[in-house]
């Protein structure tokens, strides 16, 4: 399973951007091997954390600050999965990570893409 992420970027605070995940080796329209999809993300010196997720069969979660800003979706017929982030804030900057969970084989992970959010 290969997880390829792209989107990142520098950007300006109050600005958007749209992180894309597309996977091989693994098929996002099979849900009864896919348990989670989401996208997680890392400040440096902090722990990673989650931002949003897909749980099959649909039902989508968000961490606390990012609720109303970014939104996360997934086209099956690409294999993709995106988060889209609009008002971005000075703490929103980190590395953000695919994420794919696959009981009981467990977890697959992108190599993660860098968002830079300037005040």
């Known amino acids: 399973v290969q997880l390829v992420e792209s989107g990142g970027g520098l950007v300006q605070a109050g600005g958007s951007l749209r992180l894309s995940c597309v996977a091989s080796?693994?098929?996002?329209?099979?849900?009864?091997?896919?348990?989670?999809i989401g996208w997680y993300r890392q400040a440096p010196g902090k722990q990673r954390e989650l931002v949003a997720v897909i749980v099959s069969p649909g039902s989508t979660n968000y961490a606390d600050s990012v609720k109303g800003r970014f939104t996360i979706s997934r086209d099956d017929a690409k294999n993709t999965v995106y988060l889209q982030m609009n008002s971005l804030k000075s703490e929103d900057t980190a590395v953000y990570y695919c994420?794919?969970?696959?009981?009981?084989?467990?977890?697959?992970w992108g190599q993660g893409t860098q968002v830079t959010v300037s005040s």
């Open positions: 080796g693994i098929t996002f329209s099979n849900s009864a091997s896919i348990n989670a």
């Open positions: 994420n794919v969970l696959v009981p009981p084989v467990g977890a697959y």
